[in-house]
């Protein structure tokens, strides 16, 4: 199984201001899920991230508002831009266990950045 | 459109108690996969169960068991003899073999086990 971190694990920031999170992956990996959970509520994907491309983005969501980078197969980062209150949330990174088959539809997640915006 | 409804918000059963959990999913993909995800309150989420939409053999691993029927799209999970530890929020998910291997998640029960 993939062995998945995130930084910073939590963070507590102001509004108006950005912050970048992390995720890394100890296998390569093609591609690396961004979920938001808001308090309370389901997961839902931000975005799918590809090494080479410009990330996918689910609708709802923006480059400008949650940019994503992915520099190689092991690495990706989020950030959250100008952030708001209703950004508070926890984001999480996953992916894909094994390279195909039924299995790469297994996803490792990461265990999450709580992020709170005053 | 894809969809996952688990109606029931939260529950609550006393210990050594068996308790059912439903998952009703929609998808027009005659190939997808469902799953469920435990999250316990330290809130990384923990894998449980996937199930391929060909195989609806149910299954059994422990306490926990999973009964998939296609032909009501439900895809639930029953926990015998429930445990303390087993307090958690649980979610079902589906992914569609035709996409991008998305997950679409269900909002989620949230289960307490008193003891």
């Known amino acids: 199984s993939a062995v998945i971190s995130q930084k910073p694990s939590r963070d507590i920031c102001q509004r108006g201001t950005s912050l970048t999170i992390q995720c890394q992956v100890d296998?390569?990996?093609?591609?690396m899920f961004w979920y938001r959970q808001q308090p309370g509520q389901s997961l839902t994907l931000i975005a799918t991230a590809n090494q080479g491309s410009e990330a996918t983005y689910e609708s709802g969501f923006v480059i400008d508002k949650f940019p994503i980078s992915r520099p190689n197969l092991t690495f990706s980062t989020l950030t959250v831009s100008n952030m708001s209150p209703e950004d508070s949330s926890i984001y999480l990174c996953s992916v894909p266990r094994g390279t195909s088959g039924p299995v790469y539809n297994e996803q490792f997640f990461g265990p999450g950045t709580r992020l709170t915006v005053l | 459109a894809q969809k996952v409804t688990q109606a029931q918000t939260e529950i609550s059963v006393v210990e050594k108690e068996d308790v059912t959990l439903d998952c009703v999913y929609e998808?027009?993909?005659?190939?997808?996969?469902l799953f469920w995800y435990k999250q316990p309150p330290s809130g990384e989420l923990v894998f449980l169960i996937r199930r391929n939409s060909f195989d609806e053999q149910n299954e059994i691993s422990g306490r926990y068991s999973w009964n998939f029927q296609k032909s009501t799209s439900s895809f639930n999970f029953t926990i015998t003899a429930s445990q303390v530890v087993d307090s958690a929020v649980y979610f079902c998910?589906?992914?569609?073999?035709?996409?991008?291997?998305?997950?679409?998640f269900g909002t989620g029960t949230r289960l307490k086990v008193l003891a």
């Open positions: 998910a589906l992914s569609e073999a035709s996409g991008t291997y998305k997950y679409i």
């Open positions: 998808t027009r993909d005659t190939t997808y996969y």
């Open positions: 296998s390569q990996v093609t591609m």
